[in-house]
């Protein structure tokens, strides 16, 4: 799971978009498409509103799973750790800078070959 930053000129002056999604080996999940910065706020409210409805699309409430993340700021604030644990999500121990291990980068690879010639409006 993971996100990718879009730069381009958007409509009215320019600024960048993000797209967060998910994917697992039963499927991909449900994406957020924002503009702006990700802080632990923003974070936490993509959690509940992409993460947690895909889990329920992946999973039975009595399978195991376990979340991967990359490391920015955003992604291991306090408030982030003590969600994971009060929602019993158990996240994989992660290398920073490491994202050529990340699975998801694949998929970003496959968008970014796809939308090379895609002006964001």
């Known amino acids: 799971m993971g996100k990718k930053q879009v730069s381009d ?4 002056g320019g600024g960048s978009a993000g797209i967060w999604g998910c994917i697992s080996s039963k499927g991909t999940g449900v994406c957020n498409i924002y503009t702006g910065r990700t802080n632990q706020y923003v974070y936490k409210e993509t959690l509940e509103n992409h993460l ?18 990359d ?17 019993s999500t158990e996240v994989l121990p992660w290398c ?6 990340n699975p998801i980068e694949n998929l970003w690879s496959l968008m970014d070959t796809k939308m090379v010639n895609t002006r964001i409006t």
Do not use: G, M
């Open 9 to 12: 000129n958007l409509q009215n």
């Open 52 to 69: 947690l409805p895909s889990v329920e699309l992946f999973y039975d409430p009595e399978d195991h799973w376990i979340f991967q993340q």
């Open 71 to 87: 490391c920015p700021s955003a992604h291991t604030a306090h408030s982030i750790r003590d969600w994971f644990k009060e929602q």
């Open 96 to 101: 920073p800078r490491s994202p050529d291990l």
